[in-house]
């Protein structure tokens, strides 16, 4: 991070967003990604939105086909990936024409000129070239032949033409990289790691890469150069995570933390999947995956492995949730440990795969025949997913029941810094498999009793391998304590007494308020909102308005002390990726006028939708 | 390390036991006279031959009248949700290899809503040994066609006739590289058994077929072929490295046939033309080929074990590649995971 004379004099911005886009081919989300490390390591804060179509290769050039990178650098803390960008990286008309409407007035387009042909115009939908036309008038246009300049940068390495035209994503990084003033090393340490034994694609893409940065520097657009300066950050190590793949090292420490063996059953489904490939990686932390047949399969093995005393997870989507809904209800009624992580993308049906919403919670609470209770538990962050994942597993095993566990797909592939936590410090969770009789029969023998519950009401975990404490269990209800099976009225109305009390009675932390506790409005929120809210409810008070904050990751049970906040806001709101779904929840529990604040689009809220509803609310005058 | 935690039974030597052992105190609620009984009087007897604990023990079943096996084994057991028990049974058997893993089921329960998972339990060479109960119909919801039911089948969803051609089990597993198949009829207990030792002892998935009657909703289904005083004309028996031949006298015989097998009688093609059995042949289409010799319960059906042959148990390569990645990785460390990618200190 030492600072060049050079640097010295380039104009200093706060913040500033950026989005990278092209064809599905063109390697937008690689460029977004070095670009987001390189800045991660020159100590900015900073947030990513990656928004890809869900064809793998749509027609190339199509608007179907456009993939886009946002990244927010900042030199103070930040909460998402921005209002809106400051820069378009557009390198083909069909990127310019999807993310143009996305740019801020007066925001720098970049584009690759030699892309703007008169074939890829029409396939953009195109009728005149906008490079020419008044179009652009209302942007700062830097014309850049991108293709051509690689291909020169290229020429004398003996790479085929086509190989050298495939490296145009990081002459553009090296673009942006000068511009912005990110440091060089990092994006050359890692060409040279991805692409180890391959010389010829390193040397393309580190010609390709250094082309870039020259070329900024000789083409006079010395006028676009600013540098965000490193934040203000607690000290210690950090690493810059994405949500699926903090999750994944959740649930290994999971596995760690409790000593048990990680048994993954899971089937692929955008955007879970990545979880299944990280742990994949992982098996010599005692982490075994195994990928089902299908969904049903993924979820009732690790139900399998769970009753063998392992610790049984199941990663997927909503339409996997939908299809494991009733061996969950198994779970429910076998009373095992069991995680089930839900990734919630855009639904009904296959809805928008690659794209964010976060309307399963109602599924997740009550999505189940029958009186079958669990606990929910939603991440707020990328990095608020290794804690989730293993809070999940420490309730699931300390109360034997199966647990969900919501992200998204905003969460799964957006990351942030993350200060990495000290292992040391990690609470162990506690295991205690059933070792003897805890019953005498009419004879005076020990016996069994695999429904006789401890104070928490929790049954004991004894698993095949013990001597002696042989048991059948099933989803036939059971008599409470001996676990026989029992088709007997009064027995069935205790245990789903029972069922429900011992879920509710799992102790949550209680609800914080942040921002103004004597606010007339509260902004109550889950999930991946949280990053927008809390953004929003800074920029409100910083404004000289009063406004409150609080972000439930315990959605059952819900904080006790939850009733009592909410009575003292006469005002409140619920932003939600969804059609009002908690604020159902909040109604139906506390009798309170909370009110909904819907987004549907795929996209997560950003902090300029959420102010203007606010503001709205609280009127103009102050 | 974390292997610890994990049970290995009681100490010393597996001690001896008897049948009743094995038996719980849970009353027996099939109905009277079904073929459930039976099958269940042999494994129970067999149990003490295995030289098994029965805490290592685990039956596992999905939903019907044959699921309700487990509560009848003083073992470890899951009575659990329709069609799923290979699913959870996968699970528990690779968690868990030191345990022996039981899979009971009808024909409803693994062959239509747990199809898939039976295939692919088989594919994959799970060490778990599948028991089919096939009675050809279904019972405990009282009486509908099953996957199995010839077709033309007059039942109370099919009143005019069902319209589907059914499952063969021994065909689907064998099309599902199946490396164990094997059928067998609740009318012969020490037939049972040996089919049910022979499972018991392979490798990987076995699948065991068993003809079973229901008295209620399909009596006699099988008693054209496994009736005492038929049996010896109507059932083909497959001994290993034997010519296969069958009827009183022994007249009948299997020979090679247009690419299949038929059966031919001894005196007309001689016995040196009869197929010697192999179950262990490396290309089931002879053992296929077998399977097809009865489409159905009336004409001779061979019995016995149609196909047995050692290829890779899934679990023991999914536990070589933990260890492989222990191995070249050393001890696991989560600090190091933790910092596996580029990091910065503030």
């Not at chain 1, 673009?175 to 034994?197: C, D, N, V």
Request: aromatic share 8%.
């Amino acid at each position: 991070m030492t600072e060049t004379a050079a640097e010295s004099l380039v104009p200093e911005v706060g913040g500033l967003v950026i989005r990278f886009a092209g064809d599905s081919g063109d390697g937008m989300q690689l460029a977004g990604d070095r670009f987001t490390s390189a800045s991660a390591l020159f100590g900015n804060d900073l947030s990513t939105l990656p928004e890809f179509p869900a064809e793998i290769r749509a027609p190339a050039g199509t608007l179907a086909g456009v993939s886009a990178f946002q990244v927010h650098i900042s030199d103070h803390d930040i909460f998402t990936p921005g209002d809106a960008p400051h820069v378009l990286v557009a390198m083909n008309p069909a990127a310019l024409r999807a993310e143009l409407g996305t740019l801020i007035d007066g925001g720098t387009v970049i584009v690759n000129a030699d892309a703007f042909v008169e074939r890829n115009l029409a396939k953009a939908g195109y009728d005149h070239d906008p490079l020419e036309g008044d179009d652009l008038d209302a942007y700062r246009l830097v014309r850049v032949p991108m293709t051509s300049l690689t291909k020169e940068a290229c020429k004398d390495l003996g790479v085929k033409t086509r190989d050298a035209e495939r490296s145009k994503n990081f002459f553009a990084l090296g673009l942006l990289s000068w511009m912005y003033s990110r440091p060089i090393e990092p994006t050359i340490e890692w060409i040279e790691a991805k692409f180890k034994g391959r010389d010829l694609i390193i040397a393309a893409n580190k010609a390709a890469f250094n082309a870039g940065h020259a070329f900024g520097e000789t083409a006079e657009l010395s006028d676009h150069q600013v540098v965000v300066r490193p934040a203000e950050m607690p000290a210690g190590t950090y690493t810059n995570i994405n949500g699926n793949t903090a999750l994944a090292w959740g649930l290994v420490a999971a596995g760690q933390l409790s000593g048990l063996p990680v048994f993954l059953g899971s089937y692929p489904i955008t955007p879970a999947s990545d979880i299944l490939h990280e742990l994949s990686r992982h098996k010599e932390f005692d982490v075994a995956t195994f990928q089902a047949e299908d969904e049903i399969a993924a979820v009732g093995s690790a139900l399998g492995a769970a009753y063998g005393g392992h610790l049984g997870v199941t990663t997927t989507s909503g339409p996997g949730v939908a299809l494991k809904a009733e061996t969950i209800g198994l779970a429910v009624s076998l009373e095992l440990p069991l995680v089930i992580v839900n990734i919630q993308r855009g639904g009904p049906s296959t809805g928008l795969p690659t794209k964010t919403e976060a309307a399963d919670l109602l599924m997740a609470m009550y999505g189940r025949h029958g009186e079958s209770p669990l606990p929910v538990i939603a991440a707020r962050t990328p990095a608020d997913c290794f804690d989730q994942a293993i809070e999940a597993a420490r309730i699931a095993i300390e109360y034997r029941t199966p647990v969900m566990l919501l992200s998204d797909g905003y969460l799964a592939n957006s990351s942030e810094p993350w200060l990495l936590p000290e292992v040391d410090d990690l609470e162990p969770i506690p295991v205690g498999f059933a070792s003897g009789f805890n019953q005498v029969d009419e004879d005076g023998n020990g016996v069994f009793w695999p429904y006789l519950r401890d104070e928490k009401m929790v049954r004991p975990w004894a698993i095949p391998g013990t001597p002696d404490l042989m048991h059948r269990i099933g989803g036939l209800e059971k008599e409470d304590g001996s676990g026989n099976v029992s088709y007997d009225g009064a027995n069935h109305a205790h245990m789903v007494a029972v069922r429900a009390e011992r879920i509710a009675r799992i102790p949550v932390p209680d609800a914080e308020v942040c921002g103004d506790a004597d606010a007339d409005l509260l902004v109550v929120g889950w999930g991946s909102t949280w990053g927008a809210i809390t953004a929003t409810v800074r920029r409100i008070r910083n404004g000289g308005r009063k406004v409150a904050h609080v972000h439930l990751t315990y959605l059952n049970p819900l904080p006790a002390n939850l009733g009592e906040v909410l009575s003292d806001f006469s005002t409140i709101l619920v932003p939600e990726m969804n059609l009002g779904q908690l604020v159902r929840m909040l109604r139906d529990e506390y009798l309170v006028d909370a009110r909904p604040v819907s987004k549907v689009t795929g996209q997560p809220f950003t902090p300029a939708e959420l102010q203007h509803v606010i503001l709205g609310e609280l009127g103009d005058d102050a | 390390m974390t292997d610890t935690l994990l049970p290995e039974g009681g100490p010393g030597d597996v001690p001896p036991t008897t049948r009743a052992d094995w038996q719980t105190d849970q009353e027996v609620r099939w109905c009277p006279g079904c073929g459930d009984y039976s099958i269940l009087t042999a494994l129970q007897l067999l149990m003490p031959d295995l030289g098994v604990r029965r805490e290592k023990t685990v039956f596992v079943s999905g939903i019907g009248c044959a699921a309700r096996f487990p509560y009848y084994m003083d073992t470890y057991g899951m009575h659990s949700i329709h069609g799923r028990a290979p699913a959870i049974a996968t699970g528990l058997a690779l968690a868990r290899p030191d345990l022996d893993v039981w899979v009971v089921g009808g024909d409803g329960d693994m062959l239509s809503i747990g199809g898939n998972h039976l295939i692919h339990a088989l594919r994959r060479n799970i060490d778990i040994n599948i028991l089919l109960f096939n009675n050809q119909i279904y019972g405990l919801t009282k009486g509908q066609f099953s996957p199995t039911s010839e077709k033309g089948k007059v039942t109370k969803s099919s009143p005019i006739g069902s319209c589907a051609t059914p499952f063969n089990p021994v065909s689907v597993a064998i099309g599902a590289e199946a490396s164990f198949v094997a059928r067998t009829h609740d009318l012969d207990r020490r037939h049972m058994q040996e089919i049910f030792r022979r499972a018991y002892e392979h490798p990987g998935a076995s699948f065991v077929e068993v003809y079973q009657n229901c008295n209620v909703f399909n009596d006699g289904a099988f008693e054209t072929i496994t009736k005492k005083d038929v049996r010896d004309d109507m059932l083909i028996p497959l001994v290993q490295g034997e010519p296969i031949r069958f009827g009183s006298d022994g007249q009948f015989g299997v020979a090679r046939h247009d690419g299949g097998v038929r059966v031919v009688e001894v005196a007309d093609v001689g016995v040196d033309a009869l197929l010697v059995h192999d179950e262990a042949r490396p290309d089931p289409s002879t053992s296929f080929a077998l399977s097809r010799l009865a489409d159905r319960p009336d004409r001779p059906t061979p019995m016995g074990v149609y196909r047995a042959v050692d290829r890779g148990e899934y679990g023991a390569a999914m536990h070589a590649q933990v260890d492989q990645m222990a191995d070249s990785r050393g001890k696991a460390d989560l600090k190091a995971l933790l910092h596996s990618l580029p990091t910065w200190t503030v």
